[in-house]
């Protein structure tokens, strides 16, 4: 028996495909805005790929760097300016924050209209109510996940899940999302009982602990759908490689597993895309209300 490996490439062109022809339809591009505090080397790559692939679907961005040592009430500052600027249909705050900066609270700074990461409480707050209406931006990495998953048919109708991990970007949500598709959902993390025995029942198994080689092949079911979110950078013959938190080699031979990297990586860059987009569309059609 063989299993497919869930690649994120495939279905993120899917994505892009229709944001692209829907950024075509607007009078003018796009823009998203990316707050960099820092310099933490991952973030640096992820902002270059979100620039690189915005710019092949007609998405302009424009960068602001903050130094390290910045003061929250400084980046609460341009985030304030960011809401105002007409020019500016959705940005981002990448993380990680330097520890003296409180996420959460800067999070709930920014303007719903604009908050294309879903970070924002009222966001968050319909991805709970499972609403999913013009004016809500649902997060990037979950989204991504929903959209592989649908991608490559697993069925959720009825099936077990189960999401190891449960921050509020991303395991939190997925369950969330996956609940609102009639799935049953173990959250799982650090205070788990017997992790394995969750795993092991899962039809779906989606993984977002940050802890390389977390979930072995003894631990999945056989043909399960497993979606590995993890993604730790590591020295390897010493050479700077990103990994998962699925062990893929030996799990891709009993069930359906996503890549690292090329899984959900690609899927978060193409919805945070679609988010501006729709962003932007919405802001259009407010301006066109209010002439
Ligand atoms: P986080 O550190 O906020 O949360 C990790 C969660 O995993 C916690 O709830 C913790 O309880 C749980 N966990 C950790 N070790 C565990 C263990 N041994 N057993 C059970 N549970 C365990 O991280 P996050 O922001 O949710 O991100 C999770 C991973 O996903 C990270 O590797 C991150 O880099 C990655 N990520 C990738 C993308 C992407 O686009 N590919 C996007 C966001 C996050």
């Known amino acids: 028996m063989t299993y497919k490996t869930l690649s994120g490439k495939e279905p993120a062109e899917e994505v892009l495909r229709d944001i692209e022809h829907r950024a075509k ?42 130094p390290e040592e910045i003061e929250e009430k400084e980046l609460i500052a341009l985030i304030e300016r960011l809401n105002q600027d007409k020019k500016v249909d959705g940005y981002i705050v990448q993380t990680p924050l330097p520890k003296h900066i409180n996420a959460q609270r800067v999070f709930e700074k920014i303007d719903p209209h604009k908050d294309v990461d879903g970070f924002h409480p009222r966001n968050m707050g319909k991805v709970l109510l499972n609403i999913f209406d013009e004016n809500m931006f649902p997060p990037a990495t979950p989204s991504g996940v929903m959209k592989i998953l649908h991608y490559y048919n697993a069925p959720i109708d009825g099936a077990n899940v189960c999401v190891v991990g449960r921050s509020n970007i991303v395991g939190k949500p997925i369950a969330m999302m996956l609940l609102h598709h009639n799935a049953t959902v173990s959250i799982c993390h650090t205070r788990t009982r017997d992790l394995a025995s969750y795993t092991k029942n899962a039809d779906i198994l989606v993984v977002a602990a940050g802890n390389p080689g977390l979930v072995k092949a003894d631990m999945v079911k056989e043909g399960a759908y497993i979606v590995d979110v993890g993604t730790t950078r590591v020295l390897i013959d010493g ?44 802001n259009l059609a407010r301006l066109n209300k209010k002439s």
């Open 25 to 66: 339809k607007l009078h003018r591009k796009p823009m998203l805005a990316i707050i960099v505090v820092g310099e933490y080397k991952p973030s640096q790559i992820y902002v270059k790929r979100k620039i690189e692939t915005a710019a092949r679907v007609g998405v302009d961005t424009e960068v602001h760097r903050l």
């Open 239 to 282: 050479k700077d490689k990103v990994v998962g938190d699925v062990d893929f080699e030996n799990v891709i031979k009993k069930a359906n597993c996503s890549p690292v990297p090329g899984g959900v990586g690609p899927m978060t860059v193409a919805m945070l895309i679609a988010n501006t987009v729709k962003a932007a569309e919405q």
